[in-house]
């Protein structure tokens, strides 16, 4: 049997997200069905992890075992006959047998888009979420710098999640401005239900002025989901990637 492992990018718009489910379209079902007739077998897909209801991937990644001898340069192709355009199988790559795709990961990176706006450009609809106040850059990214490290996310997780910890590491948080665009790049160890869009929300309140910079630090230190409170909507976030040592 070989191992695969493959990158997915996807626009989550008319998805219920990755993981199969009963009553909606998800990607993890497109894909399996698609990766199951090209090798002519039935597959089990290990996806890296979950994204919601109408979240992108740029580099969402799974792996799967298969008896099929077809040459590792052709699956993207081959997988790609049987998707839909809004999904795409963009690389393959053998990888050893104790390899799994979510098990296996370092981290993630996630970028958040939002259009800054006071109008809603209409081709970004889906794509990014629109965000009409003025926002201080500098404010939000003197927030963010207080999030990377190790620390108890809790405050910054959906309320009843089901976690043994909600301690995690932020690597990096980079925002960027390129005319009305606003890039949030956040990656870290790993991602509570939520976190990147109640994160977002966060820095998106502290930039038009409703919080002060240091909301961050009481959240963290208070645990307190109320100090935060909006989640932002699911349109503008994207998986970019997953890191691996391979």
Same mark, same amino acid.
């Given at each position: #049997?070989?191992?695969?492992?493959? =990158? ?7 998805? /219920? ?21 090209? /090798? ?10 979950? =994204?919601?209801?109408? /979240? ?9 075992? =298969? ?13 790609? *006959? ?6 795409? /199988? ?25 259009? *800054?706006?006071?109008? #809603? ?6 794509? #990014? ?20 490290? #190790? ?28 005319? *009305? ?66």
């Amino acid at each position: #049997m070989r191992n695969i492992l493959i =990158t997915i990018s996807y626009d989550g718009t008319n998805y /219920v997200g990755w993981q199969s489910q009963q009553g909606g379209r998800s990607i993890e079902q497109a894909v399996k069905k698609a990766v199951e007739r090209l /090798v002519g077998e039935e597959v089990t897909i290990y996806g890296s992890g979950r =994204t919601d209801s109408k /979240v992108h991937a740029i580099g969402q990644t799974a792996s799967f075992y =298969t008896s099929s001898s077809i040459d590792i340069e052709k699956i993207p192709f081959g997988i790609n *006959n049987y998707l839909n355009k809004d999904i795409r /199988v963009i690389s393959a790559v053998e990888v050893g047998d104790d390899f799994h795709a979510r098990y296996s990961a370092k981290g993630k990176e996630y970028i958040y888009y939002i259009y *800054n706006k006071n109008i #809603m450009n209409p081709i970004f609809l889906n794509k #990014m979420t629109h965000i009409f106040y003025d926002l201080d850059i500098a404010k939000m990214r003197d927030a963010a710098s207080n999030l990377i490290g #190790m620390h108890d996310f809790k405050g910054f997780s959906k309320k009843g999640s089901n976690v043994k910890s909600t301690i995690r590491e932020i690597y990096d948080i980079d925002i960027q401005k390129d005319g *009305n665009i606003i890039s949030i790049k956040i990656s870290g160890s790993g991602f509570l239900y939520n976190m990147v869009r109640i994160i977002v929300a966060t820095l998106v309140d502290i930039g038009r002025g409703k919080f002060e910079v240091e909301r961050v630090e009481e959240i963290l230190k208070t645990g307190d989901r109320n100090l935060a409170k909006v989640t932002l909507g699911p349109e503008g976030l994207y998986l970019n990637r997953v890191f691996y040592d391979l």
